[in-house]
């Protein structure tokens, strides 16, 4: 295996004869500042969130000759635009076949003719520089044919506000006389460079800004948390808080924008439901709103929707908080469902909100809505409000449930196990291209050594699949195993980064120790689930090859990857300390013929006559329930876990949970409560799980998909690996992420690692002669909202629910021994007594469920055992507070 230099062009997937081809069609100037080029054909999305993220990268092979010698466009000689400083490109708000150049401050358009066109140096236009339409045309070749271009004589101008108009009681909407491509806030506004004056002369800030569509950049809506008032009204911007860019530049500090409206009559209208629908399998109703709604009010309970600046929501709601906002009606099909309402058939968690417009509300599996029926959603008075503070009135609305079929995967219940494995497979994983400072002695990378451009390194991999699961396994990249794929539903339990980006450089000059988080003086973001020595972080080896042998028997397949630690790097920042230290590390991942399960076993073996310190770390990149390169909002941290310490340098996670020790300012214990959910990140951050060790029910973890159910669970003796780190990207930045822009890193998946220490930088020690091993085992859930305790046999939750006076019990259980038959109760443990029990046949999509009406204060214990009688899998929870 070779190192990922990351050099070479990106493959073609087909010749170029074969495609249809994309031309430039036209070029106009808008103004002295900026121009227009424009496709007979719509632009890919890719390459328009290349330019949104890289809006320099494309001017490197844009090239304008023309004007008259001597006037302020005499730059424009038929060089590549880069060359002038400041030059950027935008996509157009509303065309999407155009894209459009601001110039920089060293060349301007005049009243005179120009020529351009794309000049890929070498390059192929639409393979390399990613020029393509949304239809699969193309640029042909390395160059396009020169477009003509009349200059103008409009000047470009700063910001300024065209007009302003109240359009009810709490909006006002600005329109701006050019169009403006950065600065303007978006989503909920807490900043204060944005207010009204009334005419009594007091103020008030807008409480959401959002864009108007299709407009060209020039309009904004702006929404109050009260009613402005009548009368004449001025509306002022800041530029020192929002140095609005247009084509000649940005606002400068001392800039304020203002203009003049009168305040509404018409007050706000109370938002509404627009439509409903059944999805076609006929397990969701998805509610759609005519506005923004900000918060759920479910009874006592009021729950915020959060949403990204770009507008991606994640919130969830439970089932009591659902049906405290709504009621139901529908008909339902499937055994033991017909006499019970649509109700008391929701899922746990039953609803979530992907955006502010939206509220999807999820059928428990196995209660399908009957086809060709009708049901109804009743919001009642005030269970929602919109953005504004104004809430809704009660009102029903009916819907339709359509005449489909569940839907269906190439599963096959019924169908033999296998065991199959390809030796020879690869994957691609693109990046931006890079090199390294002074390979193979200096594996570091420069921030100067790393283009905009992509390129796809084509990696060795072996594929190992049976029945439920693909697993992908990387030696040649760290150790990894990068895909876990569970069959019945198609959907990768983990992280696979589409497009890597290297970042964390080190800012010293070449030769001195780096300043980096990362022990190389960079990282790059691939994914999955890989092995970390002998240093804290990623440790040394997360993109260099092992050494692997592959067993295979007519049950199992095994893949040990060894490593001897000899790397010592002396460029590596200071805190980095445990140099080579000559430990031999080997992985062994299997896979069996039966299990929907793979296992990762540690084995770490001190070779010498010294006792070494070294760290040692299970780095994981979990996004179940989606496709590889996707993740979900409602994304949960399920774990034993109740108190997290924070980093240091992470101080805003105690302005979201409870100090655990309120007695003790500032020793950054918290309690986990509500950063379990990915929604309540705020930003980037690393926190540490207590008490694993001591937890007798403390030897897993993992995360839940709430959209769908779906989950992933690590299994381990955590007594040996007691760590728990907990990394995440932040809500906003994991999906208002970027994937093109380089250098932006942030992506959907929660980070969580195991550790034979209790965090980065503190040493394990391992004695002369001796072996450090333990077993991790990562396993689908499917039908959970949460859990208590889990092994290779399964995960289980054990929850109580109090309802008029009455305290329930529910155990659910999911078994990796699927098609067996298997037996769950639920038991008193003070008295031993069996509350509720049933005999099942575990499946490879639901759960098994059951209940029973408890006393305050009971512990209730569910019990998992296989036809014989052995005890399975056991989960324990106390009703003390429920």
């Known amino acids: 295996m070779s190192y990922a230099t990351a050099s070479g062009a990106q493959g073609k997937n087909e010749s170029q004869g074969n495609r249809a081809r994309l031309l ?10 900026s121009f227009e080029i424009t496709f007979n054909n719509d632009l890919t999305e890719q390459i328009r969130q290349f330019v949104i993220g890289n809006p320099a990268y494309l001017t490197e092979f844009i090239r304008v000759s023309g004007g008259t010698a001597g006037q302020p466009d005499a730059a424009l000689d038929g060089g590549a635009l880069n060359r002038i400083s400041g030059t950027r490109l935008f996509v157009v708000d509303g065309d999407t076949s155009s894209l459009r150049v601001l110039l920089g401050a060293g060349a301007s358009l005049g009243d005179a003719r120009y020529q351009v066109w794309f000049d890929g140096k070498g390059r192929d236009l639409a393979d390399e520089l990613l020029i393509a339409g949304a239809n699969g045309s193309t640029l042909r070749g390395t160059t396009t044919t020169p477009r003509d271009l009349r200059g103008t004589t409009r000047p470009a101008e700063k910001a300024s506000i065209a007009s302003a108009t109240a359009t009810d009681s709490r909006s006002v909407r600005i329109v701006f006389a050019n169009p403006v491509y950065a600065a303007m806030p978006a989503s909920r506004y807490t900043g204060t460079g944005i207010t009204v004056t009334r005419p009594d002369g007091t103020t008030v800030r807008p409480v959401y800004v959002q864009k108007v569509g299709g407009t060209d950049n020039t309009a904004w809506d702006l929404t109050f948390s009260e009613d402005l008032g009548a009368g004449s009204h001025a509306v002022a911007i800041n530029g020192a808080q929002h140095a609005l860019t247009t084509s000649i530049g940005n606002l400068a500090n001392t800039d304020v924008l203002s203009a003049s409206f009168e305040g509404a009559t018409k007050q706000r209208s109370a938002p509404r439901v627009t439509d409903i629908t059944v999805s076609d399998d006929r397990e969701t109703i998805v509610v759609s709103f005519d506005r923004k709604i900000a918060a759920v009010n479910g009874g006592d309970e009021n729950v915020p929707l959060a949403e990204t600046p770009g507008g991606t929501g994640g919130t969830t709601l439970t089932r009591a908080q659902l049906l405290a906002a709504v009621d139901l009606s529908g008909v339902l099909e499937g055994a033991g469902d017909r006499a019970s309402t649509l109700a008391q058939n929701l899922e746990k968690v039953a609803a979530y909100a992907p955006d502010l417009h939206t509220l999807v509300i999820k059928i428990e599996k196995g209660s399908l809505l009957k086809a060709s029926t009708r049901g109804s959603v009743t919001i009642q008075a005030g269970a929602i409000t919109d953005l504004a503070g104004v809430g809704n009135t009660r009102a029903t609305v009916d819907f339709k449930v359509p005449n489909s079929k569940p839907k269906k995967t190439s599963y096959d219940p019924n169908a033999a196990d296998y065991l199959r494995i390809d030796r020879n497979a690869s994957v691609t994983f693109r990046h931006n291209a890079f090199e390294f400072t002074n390979a193979p002695s200096d594996l570091s990378v420069r921030r100067e050594n790393v283009e905009n451009r992509l390129v796809n390194e084509k990696i060795d991999a072996i594929r190992v699949e049976n029945k439920y699961i693909e697993a992908t396994f990387i030696p040649g990249y760290g150790g990894r195993l990068l895909s876990l794929i569970y069959k019945p539903t198609g959907n990768d339990l983990l992280y696979t980064n589409p497009t890597g980006t290297p970042y964390g450089f080190n800012n010293n000059p070449v030769g001195r120790p780096g300043t980096s988080p990362f022990y190389h003086n960079w990282l790059m973001v691939w994914g999955g689930i890989f092995p970390t020595v002998t240093e804290a972080e990623h440790g040394k080896y997360w993109f260099l090859p092992w050494d692997y042998s592959i067993s295979e028997t007519a049950d199992a397949v095994s893949i040990t990857m060894t490593n001897k630690d000899t790397v010592n790097y002396a460029d590596r920042p200071s805190r980095y300390v445990y140099g080579p230290t000559r430990l031999e590390t080997a992985v062994t991942y299997t896979v069996g013929k039966t299990a929907p399960s793979v296992d990762m076993s540690v084995g770490i073996h001190n070779p010498g006559t010294q006792t070494v310190s070294y760290e040692y770390w299970t780095c994981t990149t979990l996004a179940p329930g989606a496709a590889s390169n996707q993740g979900s909002p409602t994304m949960e941290i399920v774990s034993p876990v109740s108190v997290i310490q924070r980093d240091p340098a992470y101080t805003w996670m105690a302005n979201v949970e409870k100090p655990a020790n309120p007695a003790t300012p500032n020793d950054r214990y918290l309690v986990l409560d509500k950063l379990n959910k990915m929604v309540n990140w705020r930003g980037d951050g690393i926190a540490y799980g207590q008490g694993l060790a001591q937890n007798p029910q403390g030897d897993w973890w993992g995360v839940i998909n709430h959209e769908n159910g779906e989950g992933v669970v690590r299994v381990g003796d955590n007594k040996v690996t007691p760590g728990m780190k907990f990394w995440e990207w932040g809500f906003n930045s994991s999906f208002d992420t970027n994937i093109y822009r380089n250098g932006s890193s942030a992506r959907p998946y929660i980070e969580l690692w195991a550790g034979t220490s209790d965090r980065f930088f503190q040493a394990a020690k391992i004695a002369p002669g001796a072996t450090t091993s333990w077993t991790e085992t990562f396993l689908p859930t499917m039908d959970l909202a949460g859990v208590t305790n889990a092994n290779k046999a399964g995960a289980a939750e054990v929850a109580f629910q109090r309802t008029e006076g009455k ?5 659910d259980v999911f078994s990796t021994h699927i098609g067996q038959n298997l037996r769950v109760e639920l038991v008193d443990k003070a008295t031993g007594r ?32 296989d036809r014989a009688g052995n005890v399975l899998l056991q989960a324990e929870k106390s009703a003390a507070g429920a």
Do not use: M
């Open 24 to 33: 430039v069609t036209g070029v106009r100037a808008l103004d002295t500042k």
């Open 807 to 811: 305290l329930t019990v529910r155990g």
């Open 834 to 865: 069996t509350l509720a029990s049933k005999s099942f046949t575990a499946t490879a999509d639901r759960s098994a469920d059951l209940s029973a009406e408890v006393v305050d204060g009971a512990t209730v214990q569910l019990v998992l055992t």
